[in-house]
């Protein structure tokens, strides 16, 4: 196997692109090891893309966050800014793995490598995030939900990465969350993940909702329908029964080693009323802190 | 004397349950434990221990049995 | 006999002489040795759970350049099924034989095929990939009931089951039954007035030392073979590779290295006589190391179990029956420890009548291996929620029921014998008086207790003192340290020598530089071990007062030793000398100064314990906390109470995970599922709350300093004191262990009628 | 093709080749011989590897070696300086905090990066922070308390 750094997009895309052997971005590498390890994967040539300038920085562009692919969690969680106005991207990608995971685990690596149970990706999808893709054919800009495509698949071409996320311009009204559930309290992988992004009217109330399932179906599920029954609410009990059951009914899981189908959605339900009603009361304080 | 308990297998092969054996030893006791009972030979060690006054005594040929003596033979026990 | 009296350094918490080098990195643990010129071995593994193997090709592998040596069944000498008896107990070495390389069959995924040695990983690995192997894939079965089935696939076509007269005329998965027997359960059933039954699972649970297995072999052209690795006894391991290869066991030497984690574990071979092989064969050292998913699937966990149980009461709590049904899934060879879940399930507890049958039952997966009292928890698990029931339905508080039930002094166990001295009792009333056990609980919270009883071993011990120049001691045990130990040898010698325990400095030898010792195991290093340092430092003493008495031309008879000091009162005067000063004139008084004490240690005491635990469940998703949790435990005497309070911490954190979360999942191909720390999930430190502990001591008599053993006794009660809690955090009981998310929230559905 | 990599190891600068899948773990252990670092996964599940690199506690397991060019690393047996064990080493020597010892210089060194970063951590800080790392004797009770009782030192001044 041969390792490559190179220092730069293009030279990312030439090595990419130079035949076909058999090529493994590494980024932060926690997923591609142990597969190498295990050998599942057996890859010929690796390229680290990490000293790439653009994946490694968070900036905030007009308004809005752009975080490099090679980001790591333990960086997210660092960024005080980005902490405060996405606390549930945040918390997502921090409920990964351990410190030790945390301080090499990327945001693009989760993404790319395409678990059905990444835990920042529902986040990132609530969040409506979208990313920018490089390749031997230019540059471009796709939304988050539309790179994952099955279980370990990515529609990325070849010769393609992801230089980097960008996060849309927060309402002020607005706040998100991530939870889910696990066994233990740490270092396993989700059984069923669910992330609510939220923002209220001048009111109040619920204005608009978007909640992203991980875990229950082969990739994240938006739950449209379910969303919409809590538009208008406070996020009431019997809407949220209502919304729960939704929820439950929107989730295709599977059984295997982690969870039962019937568990799955089950819980995703009660996680997804949970992670709504705390980025409800965090949408309250910012509306609070916009009006104060 | 020494009361000698047989459970199990042990008890099925010797067709009995509870006997006493005139033996100052464990040596002595299975000794004659085998010439009373035949069928027990080759049956008396293989995975097996021996408790002596409700004590398990390890490779106990020469343990010394008094008159009240109660011997028990029970499984083997393995170390974790 | 024991003695009540103020120790020096036996109770005391002095730091460990191994202790820096464990700090700083330095300690060797076994994958830490490797030799110049060595060869890296793999193992080819089955990937089917069943199957045949019809023919084997390694042509193409052995042409690889770098390729030095490949190893199969056929290069294992044919054994008889026991031709020795090691530590009391003749494991079967046919079987064993047929575990670490298989001949016509491979037995479960993961059952080693071949080996190769190569001049590097790598190139060890491309061999193994050009191995051709052609198999015949055969039915398997994983389940133990299933197994039991007359139908099911037959693992092996020879075993009949035994236990049973008339012998059976066809072959059986089950290789054998127990039965113990004690008083008449029909007339004890009778006699109840109320009864409890229920039929329970536990799934098997791997011993999660954190170290791999690992060894390095060399041997000399005249057949000397050097072995250094970690396990859980250097001559266990010279022993069997001696009988498993048709060697002398003078050939062989072992040398210990540090060893990362047992618990039963490493009380047999896996690599070791494959490495010797390897090494012969190539003419070169070999160094083999598994992956963690080797070690989960082809190395031994604990059995998995099926458990139909029944017990009948009195309304004022007296038990007067039980009865049941216990099936053990052996793994691949016979040889679960059934047996002893039927002799320990109801030793706790005076029970006049009490029928255990037992089921020992091969399938489709890797060997069982020892675990912490081994065939314990699993039997106490079923009883002791059988208990709780019990309290609850005649509405009793559950430590009330278990000391009006419990055992002491005279009490007959079930399995025959009758219990000396014992401190069951001391801790139910340990329990009872700990605030832990009066403290609130709130919504959704519980608490449950549960008991647990092990024999505890003696066994086979050597150990030797050696007294230097300046009065400093060194004492030499043939058993690895695998808790501490190495402090416990110290303080025992330092204790009767009179000496400072920095004085002493204990060291752990390899099998060709100390006498025999059974391997560490069974909780019988402290006790047997130290009654073997214990009757060595006596020795010493004596040898000390006979060379005073020399040099104070006296009589022996007249010389006292005390506080590391020999005294005589000389014409009136009180004449002092101390250890270093009778040691500094040892060459006038007849040569160097040292004893050795060879023993085979019996009257170890056995051990009971009772834990606490408080869990909050989450009744919407079926998530289980444990809040707080107490063991207590009698230990006769702690001799270094910090590293007793540590050997029922991580006794009942292994609980823990064994009721909560730890199991094997296998697909229907019978390929485990969960080979790595990511899925096979064992606690991690934010699952837990403090353990707390207590140390009861009721001494054992036959102990010089009242020791009993200690570490087999804090895995037993976890998994029915979690699930005793938890049935009362939520009114629904779980029967089927692990009690993971998923199952807990099913059978809460199922009350709740959803 | 081997990779020829230079970095600074406890305070040392290090050369060395390595094959391309070769970890930052089969580095330390097989070519400069630190063989304090333990293997227990080799999946990042465990913690037994845990080193620090450029100042971030890592698996080393879950690091190539290749990618380390120029970089920091700091070992468990750079942890004690000058012969003077670390006041973590010692406190978990005082309260017998380890029993085999495969798992402690995982431990230590994740230790360390905790109170490096949070002098004063709560126990329910130590017990997440400390996760990663299994340990299959103890049942964490005398590590945390360990952890913990260093803290308290060096915030009442105890400590140097």
Redesign the interface.
Known sequence: MIYQAPGNIAEAIRLLSSNNQQIRILAGGTDLIPQMHTRRVNPQLVIDIKKIPETRSIQFIDGSYVIGSAVTGAELSEHLPLQRDWPGIVEAFDLIGSTQIQSRATLGGNLCNASPAADSVPALIAAQATCRIAGPKGERIIRVEDVVISPGRTSLQPGEFVVSFTLPTKHARSADAYLRLIPRTEMDIAIVGAAACLSLNEEGACQELRIALGAVAPCVVVAEKAAQILVGTRLDEKSLKQFSAAISAACRPINDKRGTIEYRSQVAGVLACRSAKIAFERASRNREGSLA | MARV?L???LS?LAGIQEIEIAANDIRSLLRALENDFPALKGHLS??L?I?V???????PLL?TLSPAS?V?F??????? | MSEVKDYKWVGKRPVRPDGIDKVTGRANFSADFSLPGMLHGLILRSSYAHARILSMDFSKALAIPGVKAIISGTDMPLVAMEDAVIGGQPPNFRDLSANLLARDKVLYEGHAIAAVAATSLQIARQALDAIDIEFEVLPHVIDVQKAMEPDAPLLHENQFTQGIEPRPKIPSNIASRYEQVLGDTAAGFAAAEVTVSEEFTTQPVHQGYIELHSCTAQVSADGQAQIWCSSQGQFMIRAFCAHLLGMNISQIRVTPMEIGGGFGGKTTVYLEPLALLLAKKSGKPVKMQMSREEVFTSTGPASGSFISMKIGARKDGTITAAEGILCYQAGAFAGSPVRLGCMTAFAPYAIQNVKLIGYDVVVNRPKSAAYRAPGAPMAAFAAESLLDMLAIKLNMDPLELRLKNAAQMGTQAPYGPKFREIGYIETLRAAQQHPHYSAPLGPNQGRGVASGFWFNIGGQSSAAININEDGTAIVTTGNPDIGGSRASMAIMAAEVLGIDFDKVQPVIADTSSTAYSDLTGGSRVTFAVGMAVVEAARSVVAVLKQRAALLWEIPETEVSWSDGQASAVIKGHTSILSLADIAAQSANTGGPIAAQANINAQGAGPGFGTHICDVEVDPETGRVTVLRYTAIQDVGKAIHPAYVEGQLQGGAVQGIGWALNEEYLYDESGKMMNTGFLDYRMPVASDLPMIDTVLVEVANPRHPFGVRGVGEVPIIPPLGAVANAVARATGTRVFNLPISPPRLLAALNKKRGR | MKNHVKAVVNGEPVEFLCEGTDTLLDVLRNELHLTGTKEGCGSGDCGACSVMLNNRLVCSCLVFGSEVSGADIETIEGMSKDGELHPLQQKFLDNAALQCGICTPGFLVAAKALLDRQPNPSESEVRYWLAGNLCRCTGYDKIVQSVLDVAADMTTGERR
């Open positions: 308990y459970s199990g297998e099925a293989k995975g221990a408790a006054d409700g004590e398990i005594v390890n490779a343990e109660e028990h029970i499984p083997a026990i393995e170390a974790g």
